[in-house]
């Protein structure tokens, strides 16, 4: 069935360092790809999104590409700022049917300053 | 606007009880979503409804289980008999009706159940 593996956490980063967050997935066709957000109180939000494969998604700095011929979507940020300290979840939506997402088990991120 | 809403945000109750969680969606939003946060795990979908039915109930655990979206819009999931087992955050999400494989899914903040 479909799956999404992340690198295990936690990740604890200096301000201004490079991030990169692994993501791989299994599925049949091409699903979306996503990355949810979830900063300490506070419910899933979404960080970056993509739909086909080569498409890049990016917001607030994050960048993720969508690559088919390694089932990867892997999360980057140049710099990280204490601000980005949260857990990240990479997910994604099956074609057709229900669209249910599935998870990955999340990458819990500390940015230290 | 508002968006997704989920009442109560915090339940405690005692082994054996039921217990009701209510999603608000988005106005307008025909997709609702239900899935379960268990500590330290990524959410895991338990049943979808596109309307007022459940299209998808695959991932309810067992037969206490149970949710209902009468009007299609507000639904509640229903947990009778609960076990220690069934304290997560439930979560709740929405979307517009899912087209073409792409299909932004809306959270709400989730109700944390304990049950002890």
């Known amino acids: 069935g479909n799956s999404v593996t992340q690198m295990e956490g936690p990740v604890t980063l200096s301000e201004e360092a490079f991030l990169t967050i692994n993501c791989t997935y299994t599925a049949t066709g091409y699903p979306s790809l996503f990355w949810y957000v979830q900063y300490p109180g506070e419910g899933l939000q979404l960080l970056l999104k993509?739909?086909?494969?080569?498409d890049k998604g990016s917001n607030k700095g994050f960048e993720a590409t969508y690559r088919k011929e390694t089932t990867s979507f892997h999360l980057e940020k140049g710099s990280v700022q204490v601000s980005d300290s949260a857990v990240y979840f990479c997910a994604l939506s099956q074609l057709s049917g229900t669209y249910k997402y599935i998870f990955g088990t999340g990458t819990r991120l500390k940015v230290l300053a | 606007g508002a968006g997704v809403s989920q009442t109560p945000s915090n339940k405690v109750t005692e082994k054996g009880k039921y217990v009701e969680l209510r999603c608000d969606p988005i106005s307008g939003h025909t997709a609702l979503y239900w899935y379960r946060q268990s500590l330290g795990q990524g959410p895991e979908f338990l049943i979808y409804?596109?309307?007022?039915?459940?299209?998808?109930d695959s991932g309810l655990p067992n037969d206490r289980f149970f949710a209902v979206r009468p009007e299609g819009s507000v639904s509640t999931l229903k947990i009778q008999r609960t076990e220690r087992g069934d304290s997560a955050v439930y979560l709740c999400?929405?979307?517009?009706?899912?087209?073409?494989?792409?299909?932004?899914?809306?959270f709400g903040p989730g109700t944390r159940l304990t049950v002890l």
């Open positions: 993509a739909t086909k494969a080569d």
């Open positions: 409804f596109q309307g007022t039915g459940a299209a998808d």
């Open positions: 999400a929405s979307s517009l009706t899912p087209l073409g494989g792409y299909n932004e899914q809306f």
